[in-house]
Every structure is written in structure tokens, then in C-alpha cells.
């Protein structure tokens, strides 16, 4: 019931102002995002790979209606991909890009802005060695989002694409996307989305999910299964057995400090297991989201918010 006021208070620029005059070490911030700085997140990146995990680093940000923080934001990753290579964790690690934090949303000729910095963190992240996936954000951004994965795939074929299961158009997606050589993350979806275009049922997104799941499985690319639910964590288990994929054709993912013990416990199986790392002073958006998906956080979240520890 919560869910839908949570996820317009993510969008709420006063909470957002009182919320962010707070440190990110404070309360239960620090579950979700571990630190602010470059180096805190490249020290919480080898403490994972030393646990047998991989990692995908999102410098937190979206929304950007001004240039200079766009720049900023194209800066951050780049400063990020150095300190991965210099510490030789870059075959285990790559980024997660959020398109609106990169210029899409800026007016005139955001998408070719958005297009043009996301080229260059795909040539930092091949140089340092690793991938670039493409986050996905509210529906109002798919299209956009999507042509230009479709562009920066022809340089860098490797880049990863993000579907939301509670999209009616997605399982359409994962058609398109199942080829040779595609990563696809599939996850349920965080925004809050009308009727016109999303499930509304819990129940309606994860039935979607597995519909998408068996595409993905059944094709020729590489799919991320994107999820902490752990009914859909053994329907995944069982459609790779389904469809005979060794472990290591697919990959699962999950959100920094949400159920490391079945991140470990999967990895321990054998299973290539991939955490979202999101670092960064902008972590506001991000946590309201995961406020959303679990409300019963939300007293702790708002007693940090008091205490101001
Ligand atoms: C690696 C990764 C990348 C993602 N990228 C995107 C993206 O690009 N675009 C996008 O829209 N969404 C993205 N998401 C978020 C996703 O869409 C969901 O909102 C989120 O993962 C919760 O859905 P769930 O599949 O875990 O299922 P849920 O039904 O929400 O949760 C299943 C179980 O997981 C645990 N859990 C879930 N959330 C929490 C929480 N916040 N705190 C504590 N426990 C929790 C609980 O045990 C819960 O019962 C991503 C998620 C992951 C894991």
C-alpha cells in the first residue's frame, strides 16, 4: 500500500534536500549505498570479489537537467574504471550507467549528449577491460533508451541492456534482445508505472517475469536474472537445467546489502553472481525506491532522518 507514495516521494526535491544534508554513513543509508567516494567504493568493490562475488558500480545520479553535473557524472565513472585497473579488479567488475544522469533528459539534444557520454564510458570500460550496462529507468525512457543501446552496440557490442518484467512491451523485448552475444538484465521494475503500461499485481509482474525469464534462457544471449525473489531464483535454476546452460551462460544479480547470505550461498553453488554496487552523493532516488520495495525499512530510514546520527 505504501509502495506508490514512496515512489512520488522519490521524486520530491524538499524530502530530497533535507534527506541528502545527511551523511550517507548515517543509519540505514549505509546498508544500500557504501560510501560517497571513489575510493569507498572501490575498497567495498575487492572486499566482494574477495568473497568469490562480481560487481557492477553505479556512480548514483539521475534526472540531470544540467549540463555540468552531466559532465560530472561522465567524469565520476571514469575516475571510478581508473581505480578499478590500477587495482586489477576490472575482470570481476564492470558499470551500470543511468542514461538521465548522462545528459537524456536535458532539453534539445539530450539524447545525443546522453549517446555521445555513454560512448565514452564504454571506451574507458573496454580500455580498463570490462562492460558498460544500461540501467533502465521509468517507461517514458524505454524508447529512448533503447535506440541508444541499439547505437553504442554497433562499437561496442558488448554494452548490457536492462528490461522490467512489469511492462507489458517487455516480453516483446527480450525477443528482440535474445540474440548471439546480448546481455540482458531482467529485473521486475522500480518506477512507479500507470495501468496503460505496467502490471499493477504482484502476482501479474512475476508471471511476467518468468514468461520474459524463458525467452531470455531459451536464446542465444546472456542473460541477468536480476532479482532477490527466491521462488524466481530456483525458476531460473530450474530453466537452466531446462534448457541446458552450464552455469556461467547466465548470471544472477543482486542489490548490494540485500540478501548477501544468498548471494554467497548461490556463488558457493557455483553460480556467477554479480552485485549492484551504487556509490555516490546522490543516493536519495535510489533509496526511496528500495524504501518502496520493503516499507518496514522505512521507521529506521526516517529515525536516521531525526537523529541525524
Ligand atoms: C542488479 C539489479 C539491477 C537493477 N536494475 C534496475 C533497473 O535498471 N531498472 C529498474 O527499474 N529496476 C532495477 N532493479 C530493481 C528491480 O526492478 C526491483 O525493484 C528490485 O530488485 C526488487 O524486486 P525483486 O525482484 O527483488 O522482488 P521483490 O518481490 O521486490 O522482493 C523479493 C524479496 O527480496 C527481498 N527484498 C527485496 N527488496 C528488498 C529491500 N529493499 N530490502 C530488503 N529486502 C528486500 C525480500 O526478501 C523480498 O521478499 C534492479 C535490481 C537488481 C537486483
Redesign the pocket.
Known amino acids: 500500500m505504501l509502495r506508490q507514495p514512496l515512489l512520488m516521494l522519490a521524486r520530491s526535491t524538499r524530502l530530497k534536500n533535507l534527506a541528502t544534508a545527511m551523511p550517507v554513513s548515517s543509519g540505514i543509508v549505509n546498508r ?1 549505498v557504501p560510501g560517497e567516494t571513489t575510493e569507498s567504493a572501490v575498497e567495498a568493490t575487492r572486499a566482494l570479489i574477495a568473497d568469490g562475488l562480481h560487481v ?1 558500480l553505479d556512480f548514483l545520479g539521475e534526472d540531470t537537467l544540467d549540463r555540468e553535473q552531466a559532465d560530472h557524472t561522465v567524469a565520476a565513472y571514469l575516475d571510478m574504471l581508473g581505480g578499478l585497473s590500477d587495482q586489477n579488479l576490472a575482470r570481476n567488475a564492470e558499470v ?1 550507467v ?1 542514461l538521465s544522469a548522462i545528459g537524456q533528459a536535458l532539453p534539445g539534444d539530450g539524447e545525443k549528449i546522453a549517446l555521445e557520454n555513454a560512448r565514452t564510458i564504454c571506451h574507458a570500460a573496454r580500455n580498463a577491460g570490462t562492460t558498460v ?6 517507461h517514458t525512457t524505454t524508447d529512448s533508451t533503447l535506440g541508444i543501446l541499439h547505437e553504442l552496440r554497433k562499437d561496442f557490442p558488448e554494452t548490457g541492456a ?1 528490461l ?3 511492462l507489458h512491451r517487455t516480453e516483446a523485448d527480450c525477443r528482440d534482445l535474445a540474440h548471439e552475444g546480448s546481455r540482458v ?1 531482467l ?5 512507479k508505472e500507470p495501468e496503460s503500461v505496467a502490471f499493477q499485481d ?1 502476482a501479474e509482474v ?1 508471471k511476467s ?1 518468468v514468461r520474459c525469464l524463458k525467452v531470455l534462457m531459451s536464446g542465444q544471449g546472456y542473460p ?1 536474472i ?5 521462488r ?1 531464483v530456483d525458476i531460473a535454476g530450474a530453466l537452466a537445467t531446462r534448457y541446458e546452460r552450464m552455469q556461467g551462460t547466465y548470471e544472477f ?3 548490494y ?3 548477501p547470505d544468498e548471494q554467497q550461498r548461490l556463488a558457493e553453488a557455483g553460480e556467477k553472481v ?3 554496487l551504487p556509490y555516490g552523493a546522490e543516493w536519495y532516488g535510489y533509496l526511496m ?6 516499507p518496514s ?1 522505512l521507521a529506521l530510514f526516517l529515525r536516521s532522518l531525526v537523529s541525524k546520527k
Open positions: 544500500y557492477t551500470s543511468k550496462t544500461l540501467d533502465m529507468e521509468d536492462v522490467q518484467a512489469y538484465r529485473c521486475k521494475g522500480a518506477y504482484r512475476d517475469y541477468m536480476a532479482t532477490h525473489d527466491p524466481l544479480q543482486m542489490l546489502g540485500i540478501r554479480r552485485v549492484y525506491r528500495r524504501m518502496a520495495e520493503r525499512n
